[in-house]
């Protein structure tokens, strides 16, 4: 029996094709980007310098702010902690990844003032808690723009408009949407975007990067070789290399490059349109289904995922038996979302996670919802459960 994978939102499966030829070229012919005029390193430095054009077309940015990282985390944590102080107070929501809560709570335990917006039992964002969070010192927003959990996207237009009234930062966790939802920087005023490479941009693990608004000078977390100004005692203060202590990733960059590539070629709206009708399809097919509820808002904008639990069945042994009787491959359990579980209500039970690609079809959606059925008769049936 063949896999079926509906785990994107957590990694990407398969890749384009042209995503491991790319890491497979760089791997035998690459230097260090930026360490010499040799042409190894002359390959690695334009295929990065490539790589900063596309990702910044794509994502609304321009190449000089477009920052390389290993994955969303790193890029997060150079945003909150090269931004915020102790001093701040910071506005937040529950759908957030842990991503962004650890380094709020780390700067919450330091001092930092942190309001957290709650949702309504179907996932959506109480936006006029915004407003009754505004403090004096309020510093910034820094919201996901959709939910790793549920798929609801956050409004940016009305998070933007809010920051920008009341001369808030924003920064964006952009995981679950860069490559898979439209958004564009520089037009809505975001001021830090961060994006990882292996989800919706169909590149490698160990690859992610920010967006820097021009002009917004972040705190390096980390300091060091820059391959230029060596006897200089401070790192390099212009961009993009401010934010890029060490020798970067040319290997995975090469293959992000590749996936970005695909994505431009291929067009984005044809994608999301594939993986949003794939996404409505597996939904239609399992909401009849006796005991299975699923979260988030179907009548809103969503990223392609769709979360459940059967009835009181625990999520891990939901996505065991997925596993082991139909080769199907979701993500179970808390998902790094503790808040957004315990505002649904899920954070005993945990909840079973499917999120779909444009290189999933129709007929795995069918398998998909074949399976749910079948599991949620054998909890009625008491077989499990």
Do not use: W
Request: net charge neutral.
């Amino acid at each position: 029996m063949d896999m079926i994978y509906f785990d994107n939102a957590a990694t990407s499966l398969p890749k384009p094709p042209a995503v491991g030829l790319a890491i497979l070229e760089a791997i035998n012919t690459f230097g260090g980007a930026g360490r010499g005029g040799h042409p190894a390193s002359l390959a690695a430095t334009r295929c990065i310098f490539r790589a900063r054009k596309a990702v910044a077309e794509l994502l609304g940015s321009t190449a000089d702010q477009t920052v390389f990282t290993s994955n969303a985390t790193e890029s997060l944590n150079i945003a909150i902690l090269g931004l915020l102080t102790p001093q701040d107070h910071v506005i937040t929501t529950v759908l957030e990844h842990n991503s962004v809560l650890r380094p709020l709570y780390k700067l919450r335990s330091q001092g930092m003032g942190l309001s957290i917006i709650g949702i309504d039992q179907k996932g959506n964002l109480d936006y006029d808690g915004f407003y009754r969070s505004f403090r004096p010192n309020s510093k910034a927003v820094v919201c996901t723009h959709a939910s790793n959990l549920t798929g609801t996207v956050t409004n940016l237009d009305f998070v933007a408009d809010f920051c920008k009234k009341n001369g808030l930062l924003l920064i964006v966790d952009a995981s679950q949407t860069a490559g898979v939802l439209s958004v564009n920087a520089d037009k809505l005023g975001i001021d830090v975007l961060c994006f990882t490479g292996h989800k919706g941009l169909l590149g490698p693990q160990g690859t992610g990067g920010i967006c820097v608004r021009k002009g917004l000078a972040v705190m390096p977390l980390k300091v060091g070789g820059s391959g230029f100004h060596s006897y200089s005692e401070i790192h390099p203060e212009g961009m993009p290399e401010a934010l890029e202590a060490g020798t970067a990733n040319g290997h995975g960059i090469a293959g992000l490059l590749a996936g970005v590539e695909y994505i431009l070629k291929t067009d984005m709206a044809v994608i999301r349109n594939k993986e949003l009708e794939l996404t409505r399809l597996f939904r239609q097919g399992i909401e009849t289904v006796a005991g299975v509820r699923i979260y988030g808002d179907a009548t809103v904008p969503h990223a392609p995922i769709v979360t459940l639990t059967i009835s009181s069945m625990d999520s891990g042994e939901v996505g065991d038996r997925l596993a082991s009787n139909y080769n199907i491959c979701v993500r179970t359990g808390a998902h790094c979302a503790p808040l957004a579980h315990v505002a649904l209500g899920t954070q005993k039970q945990g909840a079973v996670r499917f999120s779909f690609s444009s290189f999933n079809t129709e007929e795995e959606i069918y398998k998909g919802i074949q399976a749910i059925a079948e599991i949620a008769a054998e909890g009625r049936a008491g077989i499990i459960g």
